[in-house]
């Protein structure tokens, strides 16, 4: 007789394919061959034909050389929730994300929301989004995102979350978390109402926006927090944009980017972890490494021009799989400042771009390149 | 569904074309105004504010104290203006109150400067190069030129019908540039193809309506529709360049 909670097949799989993933992401190449063979072997005398089961991999966690401990945050990004009413799709995709996130074991450390909860600003949308983050077991680190900001110019964002640029630390990492959406007024010339603004800025591919920027007054603020720190501290920074300049049209971009990385190149490691793109985006600039976060609510195509030479492209999305190209994920934290990143694709296997993949510029743990690459 | 693809362009044309003045004030021979611009309509002398037909100037009216009633050619804008006021600031005031009325005006122009559209080709090497004796391919600069902004429009019209919700029908609010900015990733090139998903060959409308039943949540189109042949002009216009690969995937 079973004894507890009848669990399914299906449940059953996802736990172990959860337990599964958690423990490789702590593996390195060596590693997990290792533990490949010994899967292998454990299947061959176990009889087991299923090579959809999780069940044989153990993986032994060993401590991290050096001060300090590796530690796991996870992250949810870019929901773009309108009205329950007008649309169910992204808010069961942003439950979907809570519940993979509640249900990692051990619970990570903190959440980090990326930005775009609301699509249009709206006080009903924001207001959905802070509930469904309510069931999140784990604590979370909100950043604003343009989608988020332009309706009211952030008050609502700044009422439920409090301000949208500021700095903590944890287990001996600095964050930094940045508005990097700031954009030059280009509403009151042209008199558009508040909701004509935030159309603009909530279309990716509208041209009469302005530029995203973290602005004098956020940089110079940046500057004084970063001042005690000694250039070994590790520092992670996220922002909603990328801190690069990649395709301007679609505001891939931050436009004092330069300025930004500026202020970071004293450090011996930085990371920098931003939304907006939604999709698996790696890019290293010097002694900054940048990883982007998958979209809960639908995929970006690859910008045309300017794709990082380091970025392994997703699998193009199957259009009729609705949340293939969506997921969320996971960020493991090194004691030197880099991280281990985990997209979470939904209805994918997930991808790991390891520290050391982009420590090594590309020549170590390349991660599996798709066969079905953008148009 | 609501189709509302705009036609207002033919009405600032019929609007620059003239306007209809009222001249109910006695004040001699009334001044003829002249047209200082395209967006000035001219201002005519009529006897009524709403008859087309204009009276001969010397017509004496009744005296009115309040100044003069004057009415714009689209029968419906009216407004009264201080006896000699000069006929181009009526005539910007009436195109402006207009415009108030008519957002959608510029609807090209705006279309153009939000989403961008790749260019025509302008086919100026064909101007002037007919053989003599022919009259087909005869081909001035002004064919050319209307060429030109006569397919673009049609595409300018797809892009704002694949830039909104509304006009596509969507009941999720869900529009196309969502996924595809500046129509990325529709690789109209690819079609037709077969649709592995779908068991069959398609064609890009087909991937249109497939769109619009599933993630935009809309009634398909007709092949015939002017959205859906606004949208495929639009999503051919932005693959400019591209080589032809039906079949690839």
């Known amino acids: 007789m079973p004894r507890g909670p009848f669990k399914s097949v299906e449940t059953k799989y996802m736990e172990e394919r959860e337990a599964a993933l958690t423990a490789l992401g702590r593996l390195d190449r060596r590693a997990f061959l290792k533990v490949s063979l010994a899967t292998a072997g454990v299947v061959a005398a176990q009889g087991i034909v299923n090579p959809q089961s999780f069940q044989p991999i153990r993986v032994a966690s060993a401590a991290e050389a050096g001060k300090g401990e590796p530690f796991r945050i996870a992250y949810i990004s870019d929901s773009h929730l309108y009205d329950r009413t007008i649309n169910d799709r992204f808010v069961n995709s942003l439950m979907r994300a809570v519940d993979d996130v509640n249900a990692m074991s051990p619970a990570p450390d903190f959440v980090l929301y990326g930005g775009d909860l609301a699509q249009l600003g709206q006080a009903r949308e924001l207001d959905l989004g802070a509930q469904i983050l309510k069931n999140l077991k784990v604590p979370v680190r909100m950043m604003v995102g343009e989608h988020d900001w332009y309706l009211d110019m952030g008050e609502k964002w700044r009422d439920l979350f409090g301000p949208p640029t500021y700095s903590f630390d944890h287990k001996g990492v600095h964050f930094v978390v940045l508005n990097s959406v700031v954009e030059k007024d280009f509403w009151t010339a042209r008199k558009l109402t508040p909701m004509q603004r935030m159309k603009t800025v909530a279309g990716l591919d509208n041209g009469m926006q302005s530029s995203f920027t973290v602005g004098d007054e956020q940089r110079a603020w940046l500057k004084k927090d970063l001042e005690k720190l000694a250039p070994t501290a590790p520092l992670v920074v996220f922002s909603h944009s990328p801190l690069y300049k990649l395709y301007k049209p679609w505001n891939f971009w931050t436009d004092d980017a330069d300025e930004v990385q500026a202020i970071l190149k004293r450090f011996k490691n930085v990371t920098v972890i931003h939304g907006h793109t939604h999709q698996m985006l790696t890019n290293r600039i010097g002694n900054i490494h940048f990883h982007g976060m998958l979209s809960t609510a639908w995929p970006w195509p690859y910008a045309p021009q300017g794709l990082p030479e380091l970025t392994v492209q997703m699998s193009r999305p199957d259009p009729f799989d609705p949340q293939d190209g969506c997921g969320d994920g996971q960020i493991t934290v090194h004691p030197d400042g880099l991280v281990d990143k985990l997209y979470n694709l939904w209805n994918r296997n997930p991808v790991n771009v390891e520290r050391s993949y982009l420590a090594s510029k590309g020549t170590r743990n390349k991660p599996a390149a798709s066969t079905l690459t953008r148009y | ?249």
């Open chain 2, 1 to 249: 569904m609501n189709t509302r693809l705009p036609f207002a362009l033919l009405a600032v044309l019929a609007a620059a074309c003239g306007g209809a003045l009222s001249e109910s004030a006695s004040s001699g021979t009334p001044e003829r105004p002249t047209q200082t611009s395209a967006t000035n309509p001219g201002v005519v002398p009529t006897s009524t504010a709403t008859s087309g037909n204009p009276a001969p100037p010397s017509a004496p009216n009744a005296p009115n104290a309040e100044g003069v009633d004057v009415l714009l050619c689209d029968g419906k804008t009216k407004a009264n203006f201080a006896t000699g006021t000069p006929g181009n600031q009526i005539a910007s005031a009436l195109m402006n109150e207009w415009l108030r009325k008519n957002p959608d005006a510029h609807w090209e122009s705006n279309e153009r400067a939000s989403h961008g559209l790749q260019p025509a080709s302008d086919n100026k090497e064909l101007v002037g190069k007919a053989s003599p004796g022919q009259t087909y391919g005869h081909i001035s600069e002004q064919d050319v030129a209307l060429w030109k902004i006569e397919t673009e429009r049609l595409a300018l019209a797809g892009s704002r019908v694949f830039h909104s919700a509304d006009e596509l029908g969507s009941t999720v609010a869900v529009s196309c540039d969502m996924c595809h900015p500046h129509a990325e990733n529709t690789h109209p090139e690819t079609y037709p193809k077969f649709q592995a998903q779908l068991g069959r060959v398609v064609l890009l409308r087909d991937m249109i309506n497939w769109c619009m039943q599933h993630p935009v949540r809309a009634e398909p189109l007709s092949a015939d529709d002017p959205r859906m042949r606004a949208m495929e002009a639009y999503i051919y216009a932005q693959r400019r360049g591209k080589t032809l690969e039906y079949g690839k995937h």
